[in-house]
C-alpha cells in the first residue's frame, strides 16, 4: 500500500508540475521578462510533448524492469522541478518543462499496468483509481497552493515546494516498492483482447475529454458572462468541482470492478447529460452549481472506468495500449480547447456547453454500439 501511495503521490506531482503555470503566470512573466502569452506555451508545449513522445518512449522503454524505471522517473520529476526553481531564463525553464514532459509521457502509459500488476485483478479498478486521485488532486490542491506559494514567497518557490514531493515519492518507490514483473501477471495483456474494440476505446476517449474541454476551458467565461456570477465565486465553485471530481474517481474506480461496461455507459451519459443541461438552464446559478459539480463528478468517474476498459481489450501489450489511450487523451484535451475558441468565437460561451455535451453524446453513442460495430461476420463456406 506504501508503493501505491507513492505512486499516487508522483501522479499528483505530474499533474500539479504540467498545470502550476496558471496560478503564476504573471509572476513568471515579470521575473523572466516575457510576455504572458510566452509562460502559456510553458503549458501547450507540455501538452503536445506527452502527446506527440508517449508511444515511442514507452515502446523504447518496453524492456526496462518496472521498478527501476518508475524510481527513475520519480526522480527525474524531482530534478526538472529543481531546475525549473532555479531557471535564470525562459529557455532554460521551458528545457526543464520540456525534461518533465517526457517523463510524464512514460510515467502515464506504464503506472496503470504496474499498479494492476501489484495487486489482484479483482481490485485493478479501485487500486488504480487511487493513482488518479493523486492525479485529480493536482489541479485541486496543487495549483491553488502553489499559486498562495508563489504569492507569498515567489514563483520559484512554488517549484521548488514540487520537487520536494517528488523527491519525498522517489525516496518511498526507492525504499519500499517491489520488483514488478508485469509480463508475468495477469496485467501483461488484455483480458479479452480485441483490436476493434481497443480502436473504439480510443476514439471515445478523444471525444469524451474532447467534449469536456469544449465547455471545461471557457468556464470562466461561462460563468461570469452568461449565469452571472461574480469573480469572486470562481474559486469556490472551481474546488467544489475538484471535490466531485475526486468523489467521482473513487466511486468510477469500485464500479469499473464490479460493471466494467455500465461504469464506462453511466459515467458518459452523466457527462453528456450534465453539459447539455448546463446550455439549457445557463442563467439559472443555483442548477448552474449543482451542474458544474456534476460534470466533474462524471469525468473523474469515467477515467479510472477508461483506464480499465484498456486493460480489459489492450489487443498486445497494456502499456502500450495505456499509452495510446494517454494520447488520446491529449489529443481530446488540445482538440477540445481548440474547438472550444472557435465556439466561442461564433456562438458564444453558453454554446460550449452544447457543443461539449454533443461531443460527450457522441462518445456515449459510439461506446454503445461496440457490440454491433465489432460483432464477427460469421465465415461463409463454401460447399
Do not use: K
Not at 524492469?65 to 527513475?72: E, G, K
Not at 532554460?92 to 489482484?120: E, K, N, T
Not at 481497443?198 to 460563468?223: K, N
Not at 469573480?231 to 464500479?255: H, M, N, V
Amino acid at each position: 500500500m506504501g508503493s501505491l501511495l507513492a505512486l499516487a503521490a508522483a501522479a499528483f506531482c505530474y499533474v500539479a508540475t504540467e498545470t502550476m503555470p496558471v496560478g503564476i503566470l504573471t509572476l513568471i512573466s515579470g521575473d523572466l521578462g516575457v510576455p504572458p502569452q510566452a509562460v502559456g506555451l510553458l503549458i501547450t508545449g507540455y501538452a503536445v510533448t506527452v502527446a506527440v513522445v508517449t508511444i515511442p518512449l514507452t515502446y523504447v522503454t518496453r524492456n526496462v524492469p518496472r521498478r527501476r524505471l518508475l524510481i527513475v522517473l520519480s526522480a527525474v520529476l524531482a530534478l526538472a522541478d529543481l531546475l525549473s526553481a532555479v531557471s535564470p531564463s525562459y529557455p532554460v525553464l521551458l528545457g526543464a518543462r520540456l525534461l518533465a514532459a517526457l517523463s510524464q509521457a512514460i510515467f502515464w502509459a506504464v503506472v496503470a499496468p504496474v499498479v494492476a500488476a501489484m495487486f489482484d485483478v479483482a481490485v485493478r479498478g479501485r487500486v488504480n483509481a487511487v493513482v488518479f486521485a493523486g492525479a485529480s488532486l493536482g489541479p485541486m490542491l496543487g495549483v491553488p497552493a502553489g499559486t498562495w506559494i508563489g504569492q507569498q514567497y515567489g514563483w520559484r518557490a512554488a517549484f521548488l515546494a514540487l520537487s520536494a514531493l517528488a523527491l519525498a515519492a522517489f525516496a518511498a518507490l526507492a525504499a519500499g516498492m517491489p520488483a514488478v514483473e508485469v509480463a508475468a501477471t495477469h496485467a501483461a495483456a488484455g483480458t479479452h483482447p480485441d483490436r476493434r474494440r481497443y480502436a473504439i476505446l480510443v476514439a471515445v476517449t478523444t471525444l469524451s475529454v474532447a467534449g469536456l474541454y469544449v465547455s471545461f476551458t471557457y468556464t470562466e467565461v461561462y460563468l461570469t458572462q452568461v449565469t452571472g456570477f461574480a469573480a469572486a465565486a470562481l474559486a469556490p465553485l472551481l474546488l467544489a468541482r475538484g471535490i466531485a471530481d475526486f468523489g467521482g474517481i473513487a466511486a468510477g474506480g469500485w464500479a469499473a470492478d464490479r460493471w466494467p461496461r455500465g461504469a464506462v455507459t453511466g459515467s458518459g451519459a452523466v457527462l453528456a447529460a450534465g453539459l447539455i443541461t448546463m446550455y439549457l438552464t445557463a442563467q439559472d446559478r443555483a442548477a448552474t452549481v449543482v451542474l458544474v459539480a456534476v460534470t466533474g463528478f462524471a469525468i473523474g468517474a469515467l477515467t479510472p472506468a477508461l483506464q480499465n476498459r484498456v486493460l480489459d481489450v489492450a489487443p498486445g501489450s497494456t502499456e502500450m495500449a495505456s499509452a495510446g489511450n494517454s494520447v488520446a487523451f491529449n489529443v481530446g484535451i488540445a482538440a477540445g480547447s481548440l474547438l472550444g475558441a472557435g465556439v466561442l468565437d461564433g456562438s458564444g460561451a453558453r454554446a460550449t456547453a452544447l457543443a461539449g455535451g454533443l461531443l460527450a453524446l457522441a462518445a456515449l453513442a459510439l461506446f454503445l454500439a461496440e457490440p454491433l460495430l465489432t460483432r464477427r461476420t460469421p465465415e461463409v463456406i463454401d460447399r
